[in-house]
């Protein structure tokens, strides 16, 4: 394979093909949308966190001048359904779980008269005894959220391999502690909305902000009773997921309301909406306990993890799943034991966030092999070298790491940062200064996420002028995904990147795409790209050749020509090409499809198989001052490197990194949804604290490049490891500062004053 510099496109710092739309103000997004005879819908929630419902009476909403629709559970299927768990009703049937469970719903001529309609609906309610805490809702005895569920236990995992017994007998040095995350929300900038409509042959058409257009309509057909091909999703521009935008009940709702009005309608969340029936990070509480040699070398690991699901199942048992083994392979663990347990609560339901489940494990996991380094007496760098999962390693879960730039990333970060200087200053003075690092490892697709099929493929379509439209089925949501996927396109066609449009996903047309999660998009969309691609270059040549009388291998292309290798001047463009190969067949363009499907395997019964082609890592250093007399922490240097198999995209990837570490600093200090009795106290960017500009240190950024064989042109995913270690890299380096551990997130003022004042009384 040709090293970057070989390539015309690839490797070039490239700006995102809509970035000058999107920063003109240009863009389109979902809630932008305004179709002719629109209604604007609103939905009624629950004000309980656990209640039974007595009686809903909407005639007075009904009346109402200007509305034109009201719907309860009566007007729908009133069929079970969910992505993973079929434990959701459209519309709450005989009794709502969560403060902002959805109970009905209207649609009117404004969103004034739609809020007035809101008012008009009177649901009696009993409340019901409620439990908030996912420990205590297993504890026998506590109310049952959801019927047949005993002690609310929504989801189990347990693994054992080795001997963690023997080996922990055998165990020089062990160290445990106990972790907790917050909960915390994605905080994208475009709320959740869709507008819906019926077209002429009663289908439903859904424009949606959402990640997985195509996986939307396995749950929506069930939970509406029609067939997935009576739902048609287009994804307009997005403005930001970062894992929350898969299934929600506001777009069957929004469908519902079209189908009962007649007229389109639009539904978008308020922000507060957002916070109490989105989808946030699955709080987890982490026991860890690991046993090493003298030298650092890891015996083995237990791990016990509760997780809270809130009130109805999103994605809650593959992010327990996740936090409960991916770690496994960042470090060559042998001997392992882990339960997981995943509980319903009084609460809003939990569901994927950037990290799915490996960060909040990371987090627990990178706190205690600081512990550990400081029992052993070595540096934590080198304890992490130690044990660093090296290329070709086969994990005890069956997981195959062809490369992995893990060691190179903890020697890169720590150079970069001064590390072995910074670490030998002791800290002092109110103001102290310190210094942490973590590491982190991903998947690039998860093949038990979803079991039918893994894979992507694209179409190409070249017209007459050599414009070349690329049309796949995954999702940019701001990542840059369109601009790498053209990128991939151009590079391998030899044609120039102007040339090459994306086409917005709409599932009529587009293949059916698995979409943005698991940090997948690069490297199975790519492949599915280049595939494409490869298949519509042939083409390309065999018309070309003709015209240059000329044999095809004998062929190559570059900026939008096509030449005899050995003779360059001998040349044509992509376009004399491709309107050669139409007017010699029959006005048809060049049209391709291409297919990549990986060798990846669902885990079997033992939890064993290999669920991923690549394997990202990477290492960060964080710098924090500390100020011992407010307890306030800053950052004030991060250093993040990143084994990305191939930076395609230099700038883009840069963007990522940048924005990872960012939610992971705002998740390590500030972010945190504050739930009273099931209610969220902050549901607003006013009392919700994401860090800005000014809360945001100098990031430095490095790549290494392993070039995996199984990735398209050797790249690996960046989206989710880019905030992986973020959270435990800034603990661990207040930890340096202060000389005293916090073991939960976030790492509040609060916290760092109780935990100094611990100090001294020790």
Partial sequence: MAMVNDFKVLGKATPLIDGALKATGQARYTADLHLPGMLYGK????????????????????????????????????????????????????????????????????????????????????????????????????????????????????????????????????????????????????????????????????????????KLRFTYSKGLGVSMQDIRVIKPMMGGGFGAKFETALHPIAMLLARKSGRPVKIVNERDEDFMAGNPRVPMKIFLRIGFKKDGTILAKEAKVIAGNGGRTVYGPPILSTACYRTDQLYRFTNIKTRGYLAYTNTVPTGCFRGFGNAQMTFALESLLDEAAEELGMDPADLRLRNAVQDGHLSPHGWYIPTSGLSECIRRATQMSGWKDKRASAAQG??????????????????????????????????????????????????????????????????????????????????????????????????????????????????????????????????????????????????????????????????????????????????????????????????????????????????????VGRALNPMALEGQIHGGAAMGIGWALTENMVTVQGKVENAGFMDYRIPGSRDLPRFHVGFVETNDPKGPYGAKGIGEPALNPTAAAVANAICNAIGARITSLPITPEKVLAALRGKRKD
């Fill in 430 to 643: 109110p103001v102290r200064r310190g210094i942490g690092l973590a590491c982190c490892n991903h998947v690039s697709g998860n093949r038990p996420f979803f079991r039918p099929f893994d894979g992507a493929s694209a179409i190409i379509r070249i017209g007459e002028d050599g414009k070349i439209l690329l049309i796949h089925g995954e999702c940019d949501m701001g990542q840059g995904q369109d601009t790498v996927f053209a990128m991939l396109a151009a590079e391998t066609l030899g044609a120039k990147l102007e040339d090459v449009r994306v086409s917005v996903v709409d599932t009529d047309i587009s293949p059916f795409g698995l979409g943005s999660f698991a940090t997948r998009g690069t490297t199975i969309g790519g492949h599915g790209v280049v595939a494409a691609a490869k298949a519509a270059r042939a083409k390309l040549f065999e018309a070309a050749a003709e015209l240059l009388q000329a044999e095809v291998q004998e062929l190559d292309a570059c900026s939008g020509t096509i030449f005899v290798a050995s003779n360059p001047d001998k040349a044509i463009s992509i376009a004399e090409a491709a309107r050669h190969y139409m007017f010699t067949h029959g006005g048809g363009p060049i049209v391709t499809q291409g297919t990549y499907v990986p060798d990846t395997q669902i885990p079997d019964e033992n939890k064993y198989g290999n669920p991923s082609p690549v394997y990202p890592f990477g290492c960060q250093v964080a710098e924090v001052e500390v100020d011992t007399e407010t307890g306030l922490v800053r950052v004030v240097e991060l250093w993040a490197v990143h084994d």
């Fill in 43 to 214: 939905i009624l929630r629950s004000p309980y966190p656990h209640a039974r419902i007595l009686n809903i009476d909407v005639s007075r909403a009904k009346k109402l001048v200007g509305v034109k629709a009201v719907i309860t559970h009566a007007d729908t299927p009133g069929v079970k359904f969910g992505p993973v768990i079929d434990d959701w009703y459209i519309l709450a049937k005989d009794k709502v779980r969560f403060i902002g469970e959805e109970v009905a719903a209207v649609a009117a001529v404004d969103e004034d008269t739609a809020i007035e309609a809101l008012d008009l609906i009177k649901v009696e309610y009993e409340p019901l005894p409620a439990v908030f805490d996912p420990e205590e809702a297993l504890e026998p005895g506590a109310p049952i959220i959801n019927e047949g569920c005993e002690n609310n236990l929504a989801f189990k995992w347990e693994v054992d391999r080795g001997d963690f017994e023997a080996a922990l007998r055998e165990a020089d040095v062990v160290v445990e502690d106990t972790f907790s995350t917050s909960q915390v929300y994605q905080a994208y900038l475009e709320p959740m909305c869709g507008v819906a409509y019926v077209d002429d042959n009663g289908r439903y058409v859904l424009f949606a902000s959402t990640q997985v257009p195509s």
